[in-house]
């Protein structure tokens, strides 16, 4: 790979953006080999868990502003360019496994949406977060019209998209966009604990929750409660929750703990 790195391990994968010398600027190779990774962890079953990164000192610069000026591309080419990347970013979203993002410096433009399209984002004191599309007329893209208004509400996603302010860490905690903040150096290794941890999760509960939760901000109450009963009745017929109940009445240690 040319503009990431990908590995699997104990069943964790790892994707690293990878080209610190442009902080990480997404272009179009970096963009088709994240497309080819989603595609390839859609149907790994070894896999229960991916962390998404940046090499060096920065998450996500955003779009490659002279890839963007040299595409020379006209009004339907640069829509089906768009509609090429909205594939894999609807597979990347609707992935059955959990997506931790690990933060690490500016997570700019692209680079803030694609954070957002992970379950959980672990940040650092010097992780910065901003929708910098409007100081440069354009308007968020991957996801982000989707993702932040279901984090932080219509009001706060159209102020931090109007004013294309910088967030700092602890307010994007506050706004719920980061779970946790961890020093630097304990970054990777944070999320990579946590990502174990679904080692012993029930696949077919992460994934009903993941698709659950997804539905119910389009939903209604009863669409909801039948989702919720379907659900409960496919994890209570699957070998993982009868398992789970053994070990719980013979008082033996739970196969899945959230790692404090």
Sequence with gaps: MEATRYSVDNGVALLELNRPERRNALNEVMRNELRDVVTQLRDDRNVHALIITGAGDAFCAGGDLKGIGSAGLDNQGWRNRMADLHNWLKDLLALDKPVIAAVDGPAYGAGFS????????????????????MKVGAIPDLGAFYTLPRIVG??????LMLSAREVKAEEAQSLGIVNEIVPVETLQ??????????AGASP?????????????????MNTMLDIEAMSQALVFGCDYHHEAISRFLNKQPPMFNWPE
């Design 189 to 198: 290794a944070r999320a990579r604990t946590l990502a174990e941890s679904f």
């Design 204 to 220: 077919l509960a992460v994934s009903l929750i993941k698709r659950a939760v997804t539905a119910s901000s389009i939903s209604d």
């Design 154 to 159: 219509p009001r706060r996603a159209k102020e």
């Design 114 to 133: 694609l954070a957002l399209a992970a379950d959980f984002i672990i940040a650092t004191p010097r992780a910065r977060f901003c929708m910098s599309f």
